[in-house]
């Protein structure tokens, strides 16, 4: 069953907060709609679960417009970013809690809270309350009890930005892996973009009200479609013309007018083509991050491997992994 967006269009007075925007999500897929804060996302996310209505277009599910059918009869789970869980209830209450509204039998609420909280890796926490939870074990058992009622659609609303980095790192490939051992089709939106690449199957990048690139996940980081998506996605610098043609040649690739370049996409190299001199030099678990001006270039970002003894003023020769750019199509702003 799919899920379509067409010419969705959501106003307020006469600011368009969702602007246009056709999407669609596959069963079983994960959709992550990326963007920065005010960018209409979340009233894209409301208006799918319909708590915001439509000024114009349509939203169906599996080919049936759903205009006029109100929330709860929609089969979507919602999950926000605060969990949002019942502090007085257990953990297997609130798994239990939309289920027990249904009237469904307590041996089938039983099995299946159980069921669940085996699947979110909390087996053995039913008689705990939220308040004795770290952050990740509370949105573990807020998922949990979104999918208790085996929702059509399950939708998420940043559900790891209140999270430190570390567990959200981990917590996000956990989520991933239990959304799809579950089979669920999942709409995410969220501004962060390591958390949509590692949660999601499918990316859509949205500013202000329009979507303006969508595909798969490595389609849209090989080749963003402008030099504001490039640098949304985590790419660190644009560089045009004459010094985008430096690295290009320099990675065996033909020139263009822009490239994109990662932090790490020059990597200090003694056989590297191209020669800079260190501007800044600052230690990382990881590796050296460098601050260089490059010949032909100008100033850049560049990396060494760890142990590298790097100062202001050193000469170094940097290689071009092709892996960590992507080359920009000239657009109206170029």
Same mark, same amino acid.
């Given at each position: 069953?799919?899920?379509?967006?067409?010419? #969705?269009? #959501?106003?307020?007075?006469?600011?368009?907060?969702?602007?246009?925007?056709?999407?669609?999500?596959? /069963?079983?897929?994960v959709l992550a709609v990326?963007?920065?804060?005010?960018?209409?996302?979340?009233?894209?996310?409301?208006?799918?679960?319909?708590?915001?209505?439509?000024? &114009? =277009?349509?939203?169906?599910?599996? $080919?049936?417009?759903?205009?006029?059918?109100?929330?709860?009869?929609?089969?979507?789970?919602?999950?926000?970013?605060?969990?949002q869980l019942f502090g007085?209830?257990?953990?297997?209450?609130?798994?239990?809690?939309?289920?027990?509204?249904?009237?469904? /039998?307590?041996?089938? %609420?039983?099995?299946?809270?159980?069921?669940?909280?085996?699947?979110?890796?909390?087996?053995?926490?039913?008689?705990?309350?939220?308040?004795?939870?770290?952050?990740?074990?509370?949105?573990?058992?807020?998922? &949990? +009890?979104?999918?208790?009622?085996?929702?059509?659609?399950? *939708?998420?609303?940043?559900?790891?930005?209140?999270?430190?980095?570390? *567990?959200?790192?981990?917590?996000?490939?956990?989520?991933?892996?239990?959304?799809?051992?579950?089979?669920?089709?999942?709409?995410?939106?969220?501004?962060?973009?390591?958390?949509?690449?590692? *949660?999601?199957?499918?990316?859509?990048?949205?500013?202000?009200? +329009?979507? #303006?690139? &969508?595909?798969?996940?490595?389609?849209?980081?090989?080749?963003?479609?402008?030099?504001?998506?490039?640098?949304?996605? $985590?790419?660190?610098?644009?560089?045009?013309?004459?010094?985008?043609?430096?690295?290009?040649?320099?990675?065996?690739? /033909?020139?263009?007018?822009?490239?994109?370049?990662?932090?790490?996409?020059?990597?200090?190299? @003694?056989?590297?083509?191209v020669r800079a001199t260190?501007?800044?030099?600052?230690?990382?678990?990881?590796? %050296?991050?460098? !601050? !260089?001006?490059?010949?032909?270039? =100008?100033?850049?970002?560049?990396?060494?491997?760890?142990?590298?003894?790097?100062?202001?003023?050193?000469?170094?020769?940097?290689?071009?992994?092709?892996?960590?750019?992507?080359?920009? @199509?000239?657009?109206?702003?170029?």
């Amino acid at each position: 069953m799919t899920l379509a967006l067409t010419d #969705v269009t #959501v106003r307020y007075g006469d600011t368009a907060a969702v602007d246009d925007v056709s999407l669609e999500l596959e /069963p079983g897929q994960v959709l992550a709609v990326l963007g920065p804060s005010g960018c209409g996302k979340s009233t894209l996310l409301r208006a799918v679960a319909g708590l915001e209505p439509l000024s &114009a =277009g349509a939203i169906a599910w599996d $080919g049936a417009d759903l205009a006029g059918v109100p929330t709860h009869k929609r089969g979507f789970a919602l999950m926000f970013q605060d969990g949002q869980l019942f502090g007085h209830l257990s953990v297997a209450r609130n798994v239990a809690y939309a289920l027990r509204i249904r009237r469904t /039998p307590s041996a089938r %609420v039983a099995a299946r809270v159980r069921e669940l909280l085996a699947l979110v890796g909390l087996r053995g926490y039913g008689d705990r309350l939220p308040g004795t939870l770290s952050g990740g074990e509370r949105q573990r058992v807020a998922l &949990a +009890r979104a999918l208790a009622v085996e929702p059509r659609l399950i *939708l998420l609303d940043e559900p790891l930005s209140a999270l430190d980095a570390t *567990l959200r790192e981990r917590l996000a490939g956990d989520l991933r892996s239990i959304l799809h051992d579950a089979g669920t089709t999942a709409l995410l939106v969220t501004h962060d973009h390591e958390e949509a690449f590692a *949660l999601a199957d499918r990316l859509a990048v949205m500013r202000a009200g +329009r979507v #303006v690139q &969508a595909g798969a996940i490595d389609e849209v980081w090989r080749e963003p479609v402008d030099e504001d998506t490039a640098l949304f996605l $985590g790419y660190a610098r644009v560089l045009r013309e004459d010094a985008a043609a430096r690295v290009l040649s320099a990675a065996g690739l /033909p020139p263009a007018y822009a490239v994109a370049l990662r932090r790490s996409a020059l990597v200090v190299d @003694p056989a590297g083509a191209v020669r800079a001199t260190v501007e800044s030099a600052r230690v990382t678990p990881e590796q %050296v991050r460098l !601050v !260089v001006v490059a010949d032909g270039i =100008g100033e850049v970002d560049a990396v060494a491997p760890l142990g590298s003894r790097l100062s202001p003023g050193d000469a170094v020769a940097l290689h071009v992994d092709v892996t960590r750019l992507a080359v920009l @199509p000239i657009t109206a702003e170029g």
